[in-house]
């Protein structure tokens, strides 16, 4: 039997890394299409290159991607956005198909992905949970993170993401993350609802 796929997904800073941390602890395995895609972007020459040729080389320092340089060219240009939405996101699905095929004896496989909706990945998923919090409590959060995004540039990455009233039509599930509640037995209680025995 085919294992069953879930998504994990959720505004920046509403703790979808978090949530994935608990499954990992529960001893569920989670793909994290963020890190894997910049893993891509390093050992993928393709990748690398055609990124060098809309952006320039400037964002790569000492061999790496600097993810803040490339983030904050495209999220003030929103076709620079969808140019590496195609170039990254094709690969990044053929990897996850081919995780998918090496942990096929697993019940149970999650994806976690910012970009679930936006790029269409959730319809070749089984079920999908969003994770949302209080704009203000993102901003804190993210603002605590990553020391060097100003306020601004961080509410200009919010804004280009998927509405969260969208969102949460398209979820099957969903998580307040405002902290209120001890987030571990809330992630138990929803797992078991998506999959009654």
Do not use: C
């Not at 170039?87 to 992905?113: C, G, M, Q, R, T």
């Amino acid at each position: 039997m085919k294992p069953r796929l879930i998504g994990i997904t959720g505004g920046m800073g509403s703790g979808k890394s978090t949530v994935s941390n608990i499954l990992r602890h529960l001893n569920y395995k989670v793909y994290n299409s963020d890190v894997r895609g910049k893993e891509l972007i390093r050992e993928v020459k393709s990748i690398r290159d055609q990124l060098v040729s809309i952006f320039g080389d400037e964002i790569f320092k000492n061999n790496k991607l600097d993810a803040k340089a490339l983030s904050r060219k495209i999220f003030k240009d929103e076709s620079s956005l969808k140019k590496i939405n195609s170039i990254i996101h094709p690969e990044v699905e053929k990897d996850f198909n081919s995780w998918i095929a090496s942990n096929s004896n697993d019940k149970y496989l999650f994806k976690e992905s910012a970009l679930l909706f936006e790029t269409g990945a959730f319809r070749h998923l089984d079920k999908t949970v969003l994770i949302i919090a209080d704009k203000n409590l993102r901003i804190k959060r993210v603002q605590e993170r990553d020391i060097d995004r100003s306020k601004k540039e961080i509410e200009n990455i919010i804004s280009k993401q998927i509405d969260e009233g969208e969102a949460l039509k398209l979820a099957d599930l969903t998580i307040y993350n405002n902290g209120d509640d001890l987030l571990l037995p809330r992630v138990i209680e929803e797992i078991e609802r998506l999959f009654p025995n």
